[in-house]
């Protein structure tokens, strides 16, 4: 498998191994991803992290050991349905989602890894829409995700160049959160407060945030009312406040 799967308490690890080939995914890949992320979906568990065997992330598509052309204009498409299905999976999870990033991440492995809701990085990572350097665009969500992360101009300087940019330089622009250290050691400390979050409030940040970009600041102020006043008879809010007053942490149950 392409994609292995590890739970640590309510954290589930998804790892792309094929270390060989720098994390880069194979033909079947894409469907391995988007079972991989409907199952974290459904289940109990309460964060996500998406990370690379050995030093490296993902190095996007593999495009096998030599020029490669898919046969027809039918077999490239469906190739690119299974890609984009993988990527609106990981997009439509209701829960907090992490990459954790060294070595490269570069084409879809980039856009895998901005596809999460908190990037983080060390030292080494190394990222890159490599596409247009492969006389390809931009897959895996990509020509929606990097403006709305980067802005337009910067999203343009790195798509139409498919520069490098090293870890320091994705922080300034806003790819990746933080860049730390030890990426096992902020992972950990990341997941484990990301695990305390109420459920049912992520959903709803997640899903107001999702929109933000596409409805006007009156619709956002609708779609918020809606998602507050949900939360406010919600039990989780009572012991919310329950907890604060008894300066102990909560326990959210997601209802």
Do not use: Y
Request: with cysteine; proline share 3%; charged share 25%.
């Amino acid at each position: 498998m392409f994609v292995k799967s590890r739970d640590l308490g309510p954290v589930r690890h998804l790892t792309l191994d094929r270390v060989d080939r720098m994390n880069a995914v194979p033909v079947d890949g894409w469907d391995q991803l988007r079972v991989a992320f409907e199952e974290f979906e459904r289940s109990d568990l309460r964060v996500l992290v998406v990370r690379g065997a050995g030093e490296n992330f993902c190095a996007g598509a593999d495009l096998g050991d030599g020029p490669v052309p898919l046969e027809s204009l039918e077999t490239a498409s469906d190739s690119m349905r299974r890609t984009g299905a993988a990527a609106l999976a990981l997009h439509e999870i209701t829960k907090p989602t992490v990459a954790a990033v060294s070595g490269v991440a570069v084409g879809a492995g980039m856009n895998l890894a901005l596809g999460c809701d908190i990037v983080l990085a060390d030292k080494s990572a190394r990222f890159s829409e490599v596409f247009v350097r492969r006389g390809l665009t931009l897959d895996f969500g990509g020509t929606w995700l990097l403006p709305r992360i980067v802005g337009m101009a910067k999203a343009k300087d790195l798509a139409l160049t498919g520069r490098i940019v090293d870890a320091a330089i994705a922080e300034q622009m806003g790819l990746v959160a933080r860049v730390v250290d030890d990426l096992d050691t902020a992972l950990a400390e990341l997941t484990e407060q990301l695990a305390l979050s109420a459920p049912m409030g992520v959903r709803a940040i997640k899903a107001g945030l999702h929109a933000a970009g596409q409805v006007g600041f009156g619709e956002a102020i609708d779609l918020e009312g809606t998602a507050q006043a949900e939360c406010l008879v919600s039990d989780d809010f009572a012991e919310g406040v329950s907890a604060f007053f008894d300066r102990r942490s909560p326990d959210f149950k997601g209802r």
